[in-house]
């Protein structure tokens, strides 16, 4: 499976912003799908997954309550919403699919990445 990243920008805290992540293929619902999140000079860190069906969820500690994570799997889609946005949350954020069922936390049972969209956020 191929993914594409959209939806970065520059925005100022407290803004909202939502991601995209594109599939390409037949078989996108058979994947547990991720975002991660790299900021310069850190390593990738998980920020939210989801299971085949988007049933199941789960959230990093420091986006929960503000991140939604959702999937359309008639438009090969995945999202991920990011409310009330902080300096901290300044990254480039990638989508991953795993063929686990999901949720999946661990970046290296991920077997497929996207090439990351910028995410700014101005204080």
């Known amino acids: 499976v191929q993914l594409q990243a959209s939806g970065g920008g520059l925005v100022q805290a407290g803004d909202s912003l939502r991601l995209s992540c594109a599939a390409s293929?037949?078989?996108?619902?058979?994947?547990?799908m991720g975002w991660f999140r790299q900021a310069p000079g850190k390593e990738r860190d998980f920020v939210a997954a989801?299971?085949?069906?988007?049933?199941?969820?789960v959230y990093a500690d420091s986006v929960k309550g503000r991140f939604t994570i959702s999937r359309d799997n008639a438009k090969n889609m995945l999202y991920l919403q990011m409310n009330s946005l902080k300096p901290e949350d300044s990254a480039v954020y990638y989508c991953?699919?795993?063929?686990?069922?999901?949720?999946?936390?661990?970046?290296?049972?991920?077997?497929?990445w996207g090439q990351g969209t910028l995410v700014t956020v101005s204080s």
């Open positions: 989801n299971s085949w069906s988007g049933s199941r969820t």
């Open positions: 991953a699919a795993t063929r686990l069922v999901g949720p999946i936390t661990r970046r290296d049972e991920y077997d497929y």
């Open positions: 293929g037949r078989t996108f619902s058979s994947y547990g």
